[in-house]
């Protein structure tokens, strides 16, 4: 039985291969990418879902701050090992003009029901907005395609930085004080 376990994952795994799907299939976990404002496209619109910590936001009225979107889901054990990291700029930053936003896009059933996701949101300590993407609309706006995600936009709304998995915590908070750090619109 474990010799056809084996046998059917190579086979598997030279269809991947042989067919060019395997770059298609293969998420770079732990990768970041800088943009400059010079190539920097506007960040879509957050879709409507239910608002855990905060009204309704809207990114267009958010213009003047640096936004942090991470894309969570609070099974992922990732998603909570980025998790003080988040809350840490949060409270850091914010009073210096950053908001910080938990787009939380569900991958199982329990994790789409709004009320356990309040509770989650409440034992994990999380005092920033955090919003429902139960659709994935905003997730595929963001054209997103693993949990956790980060995106900086800088304070015309335009995206910055973008950081997939975990890690790279030192650059991302540089690029967040750089972001800062530049001129109001």
């Known amino acids: 039985m474990l010799i ?4 059917g994952i190579v ?5 991947v291969y042989a067919t060019g799907l395997s770059e298609q299939l293969l998420i770079p976990f732990g990768t970041s990418d800088e943009y400059e404002s010079s190539e920097s496209a506007t960040a879509p619109a957050l879709a409507h ?3 855990i910590n905060s009204q309704p936001l809207k990114l267009e009225d958010l213009r003047g701050r640096v936004v942090l979107i991470e894309f969570w889901t609070f099974g992922c054990i990732n998603c909570r090992n980025t998790l003080p990291f ?12 950053l908001t910080v936003i938990g787009v939380h896009s569900p991958e199982f059933a329990e994790e789409s029901i ?3 996701l309040r509770r989650q949101v409440l034992s994990l300590g999380i005092n920033y907005p955090v919003v429902s993407d139960n659709a994935y609309q905003t997730w ?6 693993a949990w956790p995600t980060m995106f900086l936009l800088d304070k015309q709304g335009r995206i910055r930085w973008k950081h997939v998995g975990e890690g790279d915590y030192d650059e991302t908070e540089r690029v967040i004080q750089k972001l800062l750090a530049e001129k109001d619109i």
């Not at 056809?4 to 046998?7: D, H, M, Q, S």
């Not at 595929?140 to 395609?145: L, Q, R």
């Open 86 to 97: 988040v809350k840490s700029w949060h409270d850091r930053y914010r009073e210096k003009g």
């Open 114 to 116: 709004v009320e356990n």
């Open 49 to 51: 879902g239910d608002w």
């Open 140 to 145: 595929n706006a963001y054209n997103v395609h």
């Open 4 to 7: 056809g376990i084996v046998v």
């Open 11 to 15: 086979i598997v795994a030279a269809t």
